[in-house]
């Protein structure tokens, strides 16, 4: 943000934390692009939802913390199990800190005991009321292992050895221990993505709150701008283009100045010089526009606002969206469409029928998305039908 938007005016904290949370959407799916070097466990009971990645705290580029919240997060009263994971050795926080966090955060009604505190029911048994500090049981991959837990109220936290030197802990509220079970997580990238649709919410969230301005005073918040872009040339004049490259300069005046306003949100938020800004919004409305003019699946309305905002999301925050497969395989695309040919004929044809192959490949990863198939396997429900 400029010195000169208003230095000292209450709502634009809120806005700076809009634009922090949108640059640490980009910060985290770079951490987590890899793997973490340990085990990440998740509850498998009780069923808890919804379910996202909560926390991540990095040490020496690596994650050193993760933190998957199940169940209602809010709500005093609701169900919800928060399970941290790390490496063997890590240090831990005090139980009775967390609680006392956590009773902050949640107010000091949750602290109170519930009517019959719930039971933990390790072999050999327990008392069926917790007491506030015990050694018990808890099944992680099926089979129990050592936990220390303490209650306060309706909360409670746990350290649960799952092997020599390495615990994960638990904070719930309203989840019964003696039930609780937990395995590992095959695959973060579901608790990622609602995770980065939490964090985007916030954004559209505090962009309501700020004091509107004029609109060339600052980049326009998250998505916004791309989409505009992309539906005013995909949905309005421009479609005589086809074949050709789209450039800045091939459009409407209102084009140009979407153009001008997604090229800055896309600097801004993708931490992007102005060069490769523009570059990955030429590459987006270029894709947009060759599915309008190739894809069977074009003139289904809701096909397309979907397939608009995952090109926004993609080109914005590298997203992990079900057209990821197809919009991976347009990068190529795009570098042999804007390479120029070899001056040898016989490698100028082969870079040809390799654009022709390519692009063939594109196409169908997309076609394939509108059936329903992210192309790694995964189904994410067929888009036809009109549900």
């Not at 009604?109 to 007491?131: K, S």
């Not at 050895?161 to 802990?169: A, D, I, L």
């Not at 600052?218 to 004049?237: F, K, T, Y």
Request: overall charge negative; some cysteine; proline content about 7%.
């Amino acid at each position: 943000m400029s010195g000169d938007s208003g230095a000292g005016r209450p709502m634009d904290e809120s806005t700076q934390d809009a634009l922090a949370r949108a640059a640490q959407v980009g910060r985290v799916r770079a951490l987590l692009g890899t793997p973490p070097p340990y085990p990440v466990l998740g509850l498998s009971n009780p069923a808890l939802t919804p379910s996202r990645l909560v926390d991540v705290r990095e040490g020496e580029g690596r994650a050193t913390r993760i933190a998957l919240g199940f169940g209602d997060a809010e709500g005093s009263a609701g169900r919800f199990a928060l399970v941290v994971s790390g490496p063997a050795g890590r240090e831990l926080d005090e139980l009775s800190d967390l609680l006392a966090a956590e009773a902050r955060r949640l107010g000091d009604e949750v602290t109170q005991d519930p009517p019959t505190a719930p039971e933990l029911t390790p072999p050999g048994g327990l008392r069926l009321n917790i007491p506030i500090e015990v050694d018990g049981l808890i099944v992680v991959e099926g089979l129990p292992v050592p936990a220390h837990l303490r209650r306060q109220g309706r909360l409670w936290a746990a350290h649960i050895t799952v092997s020599p030197g390495r615990v994960v802990t638990v904070i719930a509220r309203g989840v019964d221990p003696g039930t609780l079970q937990l395995s590992e997580v095959g695959d973060l990238r579901p608790y990622v993505n609602a995770w980065e649709e939490h964090q985007l919410k916030a954004v559209a969230a505090a962009a309501f709150m700020t004091r509107q301005r004029e609109a060339a005073e600052v980049p326009a918040q998250g998505l916004d701008a791309h989409v505009a872009l992309l539906r005013a040339w995909l949905l309005g004049p421009g479609r005589d283009h086809e074949g050709t490259l789209i450039l800045r300069d091939s459009g409407t005046e209102e084009q140009r100045t979407c153009w001008d306003a997604a090229v800055t949100t896309q600097a801004h938020y993708a931490t992007q010089s102005p060069t490769e800004a523009a570059g990955a919004v030429a590459a987006m409305v270029n894709q947009g526009m060759r599915l309008a003019e190739r894809s069977t699946w074009f003139t289904d309305g809701r096909l397309v606002a979907r397939a608009i905002e995952e090109l926004a999301r993609f080109t914005v925050f590298d997203s992990d969206v079900p057209s990821r497969r197809a919009q991976e395989w347009w990068g190529r695309v795009w570098t042999l469409s804007t390479t120029p040919l070899p001056s040898d004929p016989a490698d100028a044809r082969e870079r040809q029928r390799e654009h022709a192959a390519t692009e063939a490949v594109w196409l169908t990863a997309w076609e394939r998305w509108a059936g329903g198939d992210d192309g790694h396997g995964h189904t994410h429900g067929p888009h036809r039908g009109g549900r």
